[in-house]
């Protein structure tokens, strides 16, 4: 049984009071704060941005702090953390829509590393001075779409995002248009992790039992992309999918049925454990359960339930708008059986 996944309830080390993700300074006490990735908790750092850890050694607040808002620890003075160092392309001092942006995607590029790291993902870079891996390792281009064409995406681990998405209105106008229940700049890091999460531990020499076990679920990944992706914008999604399907979207090819299901699973990983964390519920997380499909099952269709009643009650449309059939909870289970052993 893997160790529960817990990121979610920080608190001061100076004062314990209750802390956010993103805190770079505590509103109780005044302390300056930095998130340490090795330790997976926010620790206090000093008048000029330090933290010594419990080995001796000496760590620094990232360089993008005002940049992009990083709060977390590097390991040079002056350098940038693992986060921000994935990031390969970022938009010019002299786009005022996307360094505005920036920030919002970067903060949910931060969000998935720890929720990977979490979860016993190991990340790697492709930088190689950084001890990277320029074949595997994965990188982030975060594009500004007012001045190009950009597609989201992933690319043997090279990962597109269009900062556009972090314009609330441009990203709602779009999911509109698209007939989408849910569209967040999250999750679409999510859906894209997922792409290189199959292409780094399901395609990989040696793995056929894995992948044939992908197929039986997904699909066949070999099927012409490009005419799934024509014939779903020409035709929509096949009548009943719902049965097996997560979401239109999944629909369209294996590839994209496999980043849907991933990126639901972090979805539900996050927000049960964050529930467990502030004790909406008895369950001590999601490395409580042997079975992904009993924690579905067991407490995320009752919680989700819940959540969506709450928004309900505020006027607010559902918090999580989906239905999971039980195909869904086979390939849910599928891609729980990815997470490494403890």
């Not at 314990?16 to 340490?36: D, H, K, Q, R």
């Not at 099952?297 to 009643?309: E, K």
């Not at 309900?312 to 997470?339: N, Q, T």
């Amino acid at each position: 049984m893997c160790q529960p996944y817990r990121v979610k309830a920080f608190r001061c080390r100076i004062c314990s009071n209750p802390l956010f993700f993103e805190n770079s300074i505590c509103v109780s006490c005044g302390t300056g704060l930095g998130y340490s990735r090795a330790e997976r908790e926010i620790v206090p750092v000093d008048l000029a941005g330090r933290y010594v850890d419990s080995a001796g050694l000496i760590w620094h607040v990232c360089r993008n702090l005002n940049l992009s808002g990083c709060t977390w620890l590097a390991a040079l003075d002056g350098g940038q953390c693992f986060s921000c160092s994935l990031t390969r392309t970022r938009p010019n001092d002299e786009d005022a829509a996307g360094v505005e942006n920036f920030p919002v995607a970067e903060r949910a590029k931060r969000h998935v590393i720890a929720e990977l790291d979490a979860l016993g993902f190991s990340l790697v870079g492709r930088d190689v001075s950084l001890g990277g891996d320029p074949v595997n390792g994965l990188a982030f281009d975060l594009l500004s779409s007012t001045d190009r064409n950009v597609v989201i995406g992933h690319d043997d681990g090279i990962i597109t995002i269009d900062l556009a998405e972090g314009d609330p209105a441009y990203r709602e106008r779009l999911r509109d248009e698209l007939d989408e229940p849910y569209r967040t700049m999250l999750g679409h890091f999510r859906h894209e992790i997922g792409h290189y999460i199959e292409w780094q531990h399901v395609e990989i020499p040696g793995n056929a039992d894995v992948i044939a076990r992908c197929r039986a679920l997904f699909g066949d990944e070999r099927t012409d992309y490009q005419a799934a992706i024509d014939r779903h914008y020409a035709e929509g999604p096949p009548e009943g999918w719902r049965q097996a399907f997560i979401t239109n979207y999944a629909t369209m090819h294996p590839y994209e049925d496999f980043a849907e299901t991933w990126a639901h699973y972090l979805h539900i990983c996050d927000t049960v454990d964050t529930a467990s964390e502030f004790g909406l519920t008895a369950v001590a997380g999601v490395g409580a359960f042997s079975h992904f499909r009993d924690l579905v099952t067991g407490v995320w269709i009752p919680l989700s339930t819940a959540l969506n009643m709450i928004n309900r009650s505020m006027g607010k449309d559902d918090l999580y708008p989906f239905v999971i059939p039980v195909p869904v909870l086979d390939k849910l289970e599928f891609v729980a059986s990815l997470r490494p052993v403890a």
